[in-house]
């Protein structure tokens, strides 16, 4: 009678291989030093380009997914600016960022601070951080993967950027904007005010301590 419990099936064998493991936010905040500000600077930027040119569009006219998608192309725009060649784009269209050795993707974030996906093995993979060449051929399928998300509120302002780990299906940890921004370093963006209907985003201002 053969064996279902052998080594060749349990244990370790049929378990899938996973990718270098984040365990807290220090360590990315270390491996992707000013990576995490030029992501920062990108999206803000990106809101401001897509809040002047939405606003060319008839609410009544835009159609079904024009506005995630619209947003989607100028922050990969303003990415662009900063990251020039790291910025990748894989399997099915899907645009990512490889730096520093992480692949950073792009998405909305829902209220369980996880990116608002149509449930896929692709998905799955991604948030059980496990490893695989999952968007093109050359990629390091050992790297992590994070996601660079906001959310958007009530009155439709794109908001709270931040990075996301998420493994074995849960958020692990994030890092916020204020987590990564010196203190004494002044940073305003303003939006071009919005015609009725689509998303702005509230300026971020932090004030320069005045010199003793």
């Not at 390091?140 to 302002?157: A, L, N, Q, V």
Request: charged letters at 30%; aromatic letters at 10%.
């Amino acid at each position: 009678m053969s064996n279902n419990n052998s080594p060749a099936k349990v244990g370790i064998f049929s378990e899938k291989r996973k990718r270098k493991r984040i365990i807290n936010p220090k360590e990315c905040q270390f491996d992707m030093k000013d990576a995490l500000q030029q992501l920062f600077l990108a999206f803000h930027k990106a809101v401001t380009l897509f809040n002047a040119e939405i606003g060319l569009t008839n609410p009544l006219d835009r159609t079904r997914g024009m506005e995630a998608s619209y947003f989607n192309s100028k922050l990969m725009q303003c990415l662009r600016e900063y990251f020039d060649t790291s910025l990748k784009r894989g399997k099915y269209g899907r645009m990512f960022l490889y730096k520093n050795g992480y692949i950073v993707l792009f998405k909305k974030l829902g209220k369980d601070g996880k990116p608002m996906n149509i449930r896929t093995k692709l998905t799955d993979s991604i948030e059980n951080q496990l490893e695989g060449k999952l968007f093109n051929s050359d990629e390091d399928g050992s790297s992590p993967i994070i996601f660079f998300g906001y959310t958007k509120s009530r009155m439709g302002e794109l908001i709270h950027p931040r990075l996301v780990y998420i493994d074995e299906g849960t958020v692990k940890w994030t890092i916020d904007e204020s987590q990564i921004t010196p203190e004494n370093e002044v940073s305003m963006f303003t939006s071009v005010a919005p015609s009725s209907g689509h998303p702005a985003v509230k300026p971020h201002l932090k004030i320069k301590k005045k010199a003793e």
